[in-house]
Nanobody, 118 residues
Framework: VQLVESGGGLVQPGGSLRLSCAAS????????MAWYRQAPGKQRELVAR???????DYLDSVKGRFTISRDNAKRTGYLQMDSLKPEDTAVYYC?????????????WGQGTQVTVSS
């Protein structure tokens, strides 16, 4: 099983980015997908999560600006980030709790850098 992220980059304050996380491999079910981020010198934190029923949770500081979604047919999760702020600068990691051929497990992507700067 692999999770491959894309969509990071450099954006000015107030701008937008859309991150994608594509899961591949022999996957039977994805129970939840989430996005975490880690800024230099800080601990990794949960940004947003979406479970199989569609319920979502967000970090307070991103509520109203970020939107998490998923396309089950494509086994892909998304994080739409609007009104970006310099404090959103971090490496963003995709996480999935899923049922694979080898059993249920937690998987991480390699991370994608998001830099918000003028």
């Amino acid at each position: 099983v692999q999770l491959v992220e894309s969509g990071g980059g450099l954006v000015q304050p107030g701008g937008s980015l859309r991150l994608s996380c594509a899961a591949s491999g022999t996957i039977f079910s994805i129970y939840a997908m989430a996005w975490y981020r880690q800024a230099p010198g800080k601990q990794r934190e949960l940004v947003a999560r979406i479970i199989s029923g569609g319920s979502t949770d967000y970090l307070d500081s991103v509520k109203g600006r970020f939107t998490i979604s998923r396309d089950n047919a494509k086994r892909t999760g998304y994080l739409q980030m609007d009104s970006l702020k310099p404090e959103d600068t971090a490496v963003y990691y995709c996480h999935a709790d899923l049922q694979a051929a080898t059993g249920r497990g937690n998987y991480w992507g390699q991370g994608t850098q998001v830099t918000v700067s003028s």
